[in-house]
């Protein structure tokens, strides 16, 4: 028996798919995180580092639209990807990265900007698709 079967029958683990285009553009061809999100809008990584450029920089309202953005590109493509509305999203996958790190940007702009119930739904949903991106994002 593996001790990662789900014995309470809830949904498997949603894994998104990776296309290492965009993975390559960042690394070896030294891309900027704006270049890729224009290239390849679907791939969350690249709003998430947007996002967290613009929050570093002291752009909080400019970093909330980038995290908005990656986290509803995110939705559908776990939503493609099989995914119904909750169960795991795992942190260990480097597909799911950006959208979780989208979802954890967009929890602490809407922090910044006071708005109190979706930081706190958007930390929760975290929380719920995996406990390790909660762990390693929410500082």
């Given at each position: 028996m593996s001790i990662h079967q789900?014995?309470?029958?809830g949904p498997?683990?949603?894994?998104?798919?990776?296309?290492?285009?965009?993975?390559?553009m960042?690394?070896?061809?030294?891309a900027s995180p704006t270049q890729v999100a224009a290239a390849f809008p679907t791939f969350s990584l690249a709003w998430?580092?947007?996002?967290?450029?613009?929050?570093?920089a002291g752009r909080v309202v400019e970093s909330y639209a980038y995290a908005r953005t990656g986290y509803h590109r995110g939705l559908?493509?776990?939503?493609?990807?099989?995914?119904?509305?909750?169960?795991?999203?795992?942190?260990?996958h480097r597909g799911n990265r950006g959208f979780l790190r989208c979802l954890?940007?967009?929890a602490r702009a809407a922090e910044e900007i006071k708005e109190t119930e979706?930081?706190?739904r958007c930390w929760t949903f975290?929380?719920?698709?995996?406990?390790e991106a909660y762990a390693e994002l929410k500082q």
């Open positions: 789900n014995l309470l029958g498997e683990p949603t894994r998104l798919p990776e296309d290492e285009q965009p993975y390559r960042l690394g070896e061809e030294s998430a580092m947007l996002a967290d450029d613009a929050y570093d559908d493509s776990l939503r493609r990807a099989g995914w119904k509305g909750h169960g795991p999203v795992p942190w260990d954890a940007a967009l979706e930081a706190e975290l929380k719920d698709s995996s406990a």
